[in-house]
């Protein structure tokens, strides 16, 4: 696909300090790839946080091209993105209702919130009521996490409540798992147990409790709508296991100076970082105003103090390593042993993608690529491809 008006955001590339490629063809793989694991269960799209930092606008058509008709925000305005993107979607606000008056907005845009309490199930009695409509609504349990939701004896209390009064109607009873990333977590089977007998209480309605390392638990556990979310966007399911998602975000650097540092000098604030040898730096348009996480620098930061290696961009084939701290709008790469001549002013640095994985990426400054992602700033180019072309 040809790059057009429709297909980019943000600031033209010649003028961006650096750059996203968004495959939509490997996001639409990825989401049908766990759809198909899923089934019978229906697979919802998660695009809360603004679709993980890449763009509800254009994240919610594709996975809606790839056939799925579910989304879950964390915010109304969120909602309202996403039916602007796919008007004929059901969409979930887990965040809950705020207050009475946001009820219009839920209306407004036919979202259905996700009600995490006592207080939340009052507010939208009370809407419903005003508005003369028996509005529908999903319950929220925390079966262990102690987040949002629901303890079960509320929601066992409610629902015996509601099946005689009627006052709401919910659609789908849910609750979200702690551990599912540790298969071997004891605490994943006490969730479902407790989720089980709630959604016991609520025959006829639809249930979910698993995100993307929960479905890999089993079927028991896929419950009639899975919510898998960083396995869309390319991330690993599991810490520490071969990533079988096709890679979707691509994040590049442009260089913006090539600099030639004698050993004994050195390199970025604090001057924490002293070079052992004559050192060809090859300075990049990155920094932590762009997401890129100041943790990840080689030296000054607190991370470093341990044993876990710092971060790494990869160019002409090879990884080259950070060097001293990450600043602002720049970082520093070691070009060294790619040799004089073989990095220039304006070439691009990959800072995740195909040959550096975002989980890679995020361990080296100490996060997840949840954060990573969800972090990306405003000063990217942003480019949106269909398997490269």
């Not at 579910?70 to 207050?99: D, H, K």
């Amino acid at each position: 696909m040809a790059p057009d008006s429709q297909n980019v955001a943000g600031p033209e590339m010649r003028f961006a300090g650096a750059s996203l490629t968004i495959d939509l063809e490997a996001l639409k793989a990825n989401y049908a790839a766990l759809a198909q694991v899923c089934a019978p269960a229906v697979t919802a799209g998660v695009v809360k946080a603004d679709a993980y930092g890449l763009g509800i606008d254009r994240v919610a058509p594709a996975l809606a091209d790839a056939g799925c008709t579910r989304f879950f925000v964390a915010l109304p305005e969120e909602g309202a993105a996403v039916r602007r993107a796919v008007p004929e979607a059901t969409i979930y606000v887990l965040n809950g209702l705020f207050s009475e008056e946001s009820g219009s907005l839920y209306l407004q845009d036919r979202l259905i919130p996700v009600l995490n309490s006592p207080v939340d199930v009052r507010l939208w009695e009370t809407f419903c009521g005003v508005s003369g409509a028996r509005l529908p609504c999903a319950i929220n349990i925390d079966t262990g996490m102690n987040r949002l939701g629901m303890t079960v004896e509320e929601a066992l209390a409610f629902a015996e409540e509601n099946a005689l009064t009627q006052a709401i109607d919910p659609v789908l009873v849910m609750s979200h798992l702690a551990c599912a990333d540790d298969q071997a977590h004891p605490m994943n089977r006490r969730q479902l147990e407790s989720f089980q007998e709630v959604a016991a209480a609520f025959p006829g309605i639809e249930s979910s409790l698993v995100n993307s390392a929960g479905i890999l638990l089993g079927a028991e556990y896929h419950g009639s709508v899975t919510r898998p979310g960083i396995a869309v966007y390319g991330g690993a399911i599991l810490p520490g296991t071969a990533n079988p998602m096709r890679v979707v975000v691509t994040a590049e650097a442009r260089v913006a100076q090539i600099r030639h540092a004698r050993a004994g000098e050195t390199v970025s604030y604090g001057a924490t970082q002293t070079l052992s040898r004559d050192t060809i730096i090859a300075v990049a348009a990155i920094g932590y105003a762009d997401g890129y996480p100041r943790a990840g620098s080689a030296t000054g930061v607190a991370l470093r103090q341990t044993n876990r290696p710092a971060g790494h961009g990869f160019i002409q084939g090879q990884r080259v390593p950070i060097l001293g701290r990450i600043t602002m709008d720049l970082t520093m790469f070691d070009v060294t042993d790619l040799g004089p001549g073989m990095v220039a002013k304006g070439d691009m640095i990959e800072l995740f993608g195909p040959n550096l994985p975002i989980d890679e990426a995020a361990a080296a400054a100490g996060t997840i690529s949840y954060e990573l992602l969800t972090s990306l700033g405003r000063r990217y180019h942003r480019r949106y491809v269909e398997s490269g072309r």
